[in-house]
């Protein structure tokens, strides 16, 4: 009798294990757009890498990633090593930086590298801020990690930047990404955000009569005009057509959370023209409503 219930014990306990691990094996877990079985070896996934381009903007380049023992995060360092294929774009992390450790909780990574990612050409040049963004934009474009708490050897990150305003609990930041222009809109807001990131020069590029207006000139006006709508949000911008000019309707505003108050900031009108090229291109002087 005794050995007839070890028997039906061990029995029991086969058919539990059997049941865990053929459960186990039948769950799906999902890194962004794929479906991948909780424990593979290896396998790969496409994704957007956020390289730097000539004009000092981040560039996404899809490509098939490698992805080993589920070691997400660094598959997607190890790309931002490579040379990326897009023309005149250019890896942002030296050869030398290494994950630490990657922990995901909430959906809240918390990333810790090792002193190259702050010791390289990349970070101590004026492209800090593009550095460290390629890095959040190829990490946050996944559904499973929304934010992303950065250490270096286990030192809030902020230690190694001059910015009082630089938080270390990062999300994805599209300001500082390339959108091709492709409506008379979307070239005025992307005029006006290349003003906010005090890319003056590449703002003045976009003038399409810019010998009406010295480049020192111009910058000194934008400067004023930024320090003047720098605490105002951007409406959603409006155009009409006249004639061969197409005008586009800024309105500023700002939300005063505390008294519950909108302030207007005015209406600003930009003017725009096609080039031979199709391109819209923006007039100076700026008109004035």
Known sequence: MKQLKILLI???SFILVFFVVDQANSQEAVIGQREILPYPSTFTLEAAIYYMNDDALLVPEQKEIVVQNNQLIEAIVEALKETPKTHHSHQTLSENVRVLSAKIVRRKLYLNLNK????????????RLLTLYSLI????????????????????????????????????????????????????????NLVSLNRFDLAYNMLGN????????????????????????????????????????????????????????????????KDSEDQYIIVWPRKTK
């Open 210 to 273: 810019r010998d009406s207006v010295s480049k020192d000139q111009f910058i000194a006006e934008m400067k004023d005009y930024y320090q003047a709508k720098k605490s105002y949000e951007i409406s959603q911008p409006f155009s009409r057509r006249q004639g061969d000019m197409i005008n586009v309707y800024v309105q500023y505003q700002y939300y005063d959370t505390i008294r519950n108050i909108t302030y207007d900031g005015g209406t600003e009108v930009w003017q725009l023209y």
């Open 116 to 127: 190259a990612f702050v010791e390289s050409i990349y970070w101590e040049t004026d492209y």
């Open 10 to 12: 061990l029995s029991i």
């Open 137 to 192: 934009n190829s990490i946050t474009q996944f559904d499973t990690i929304d934010r992303v708490q950065l250490y270096i050897e286990g030192e809030d990150i902020n230690k190694y930047t001059d910015d009082d305003s630089l938080i270390a609990d990062f999300t994805f930041n599209d300001s500082v990404t390339y959108q091709k222009p492709d409506s008379p809109e979307k070239v005025v807001l992307n005029y006006l």
